[in-house]
């Protein structure tokens, strides 16, 4: 009945059958899995509970309960759980799930001593792999190694050449993290996470297309929310703002994020969608209190949207369009610096061009890359 969908009656079934046989751990266990199907989880944990006290050493019962209970945040609960695991030491399974209850609590030095025991009892891929994730989270500078062990094993190859291409990158070697990613994307073509920082290198050097296809490719395979938002701030660093609106649109019926809120909300400001951009910083800040940059956006917004109401009252007057002299263009370039220049939007890199002389057209890289050399021939003179 459980196979089949068919929970309630499954549950009842259960209930005659334990009626009969009294306190059976696995009719218990069982009865659990029913509850938390049904989206029953406090009653869930309690019956696997009960399941415990008629065998203490019943580990599908721990297993169940310590998913339950992390599910929940119960931390308390869950950390004496994983004791019971640690003190069964019967199989590598347990050892594992303990690791990862401590790595839910944050307790990476309890994490890697569980892994470790795992791996004393299976030697296996995907606990090199799981070891080297916790040393990258640990800051330990031995996750490298795991990953090569892991590389030299039957199994999960794939994730261990994209993990040690984002430890490559973490620590400036680009070139060497972008052959990790192709590797790994080689080894096993659906690797969502590969073309996703795949992706992230080509934006590094400025391949931004490039890179917006890389996104693409990994949020058709797999839609995260890491992707969708690396590729709609990619479309709106070049100023594709109607292809960045609707994808960070898709992002955020993948899962509400602050960084997703907060990057719409720079797009509809730039759409001249002021009520809405303000709304959409808002929302990024109750989802992050402390995500600074939208807290910031949003008070500008407020200062921008005020503004517009005030200029309502009556007609805007005819704007001038002031042309500086000669020197006041060489004051304003000797401010400009690669990062501000990437700052600005597409069209006012474009304004201080043509205010140089220069040539407006090509991609956004193109143009600072052209008032950043006419900076180096002016310093020159």
Same mark, same amino acid.
């Given at each position: 009945m459980f196979l089949l969908g068919r929970n309630e009656e499954a549950f009842d079934y259960l209930g005659k059958s334990l009626r009969l046989e009294g306190e059976n751990p696995s009719l218990l266990t069982s009865a659990g899995n029913v509850l938390y199907t049904l989206g029953k989880l406090e009653a869930a944990a309690k019956t696997y509970e009960h399941a415990l006290a008629a065998d203490p050493g019943h580990l599908p019962a721990m297993f169940n309960l310590l998913t339950i209970l992390t599910d929940m945040a119960e931390s308390e609960r869950a950390k004496s759980i994983s004791q019971l695991l640690r003190k069964s030491e019967t199989s590598w399974q347990a050892m594992a799930a303990a690791s990862i209850e401590a790595h839910s609590r944050n307790d990476m030095k309890q994490a890697l001593e569980d892994v470790e025991h795992a791996l004393t009892l299976e030697n296996l891929s995907a606990l090199h792999n799981y070891k080297g994730l916790l040393k990258i989270n640990a800051g330990d500078t031995g996750a490298m190694e795991s990953f090569e062990k892991t590389k030299a094993m039957p199994l999960d190859q794939s994730e261990a050449f994209n993990n040690s291409g984002i430890l490559l990158l973490r620590t400036g070697e680009i070139e060497s993290a972008s052959m990790e990613f192709d590797k790994a994307i080689r080894l096993q073509r659906n690797n969502h996470a590969a073309w996703n920082n795949r992706g992230c290198i080509l934006y590094k050097v400025d391949r931004i297309r490039e890179a917006i296809g890389c996104f693409e490719e990994s949020s058709v395979m797999y839609p995260t929310p890491v992707a969708l938002t690396n590729k709609g701030f990619c479309q709106l660093s070049i100023d594709l703002l109607a292809d960045a609106l609707r994808t960070f649109d898709q992002s +955020? =019926?993948? !899962?509400?994020?602050?960084?997703?809120?907060?990057? &719409?909300?720079?797009? +509809?400001?730039? +759409?001249?969608?002021?009520?809405?951009?303000?709304?959409?910083? +808002? !929302?990024?800040?109750?989802? *992050?209190? &402390?995500?600074?940059?939208? *807290?910031?956006?949003? =008070?500008?917004?407020?200062? &921008?949207?005020? !503004?517009?109401?005030?200029?309502?009252?009556g007609p805007a007057p005819p704007g001038e369009e002031i042309v500086g002299d000669r020197d006041s263009v060489a004051a304003t370039l000797a401010t400009l610096t690669k990062d501000s220049l990437k700052a600005m939007r597409k069209q006012e890199v474009e304004a201080i061009c043509e205010s140089l002389g220069l040539s407006a057209a090509g991609t956004k890289s193109d143009l600072i890359k052209r008032i950043l050399h006419e900076k180096e021939l002016r310093g020159k003179r």
């Open positions: +955020l =019926k993948t !899962e509400a994020t602050a960084e997703a809120y907060n990057n &719409k909300g720079i797009v +509809l400001e730039r +759409l001249g969608r002021l009520d809405e951009a303000r709304t959409a910083f +808002l !929302e990024a800040q109750r989802l *992050a209190p &402390k995500f600074r940059d939208a *807290a910031d956006n949003a =008070k500008r917004m407020e200062q &921008k949207v005020k !503004e517009g109401e005030t200029m309502q009252l």
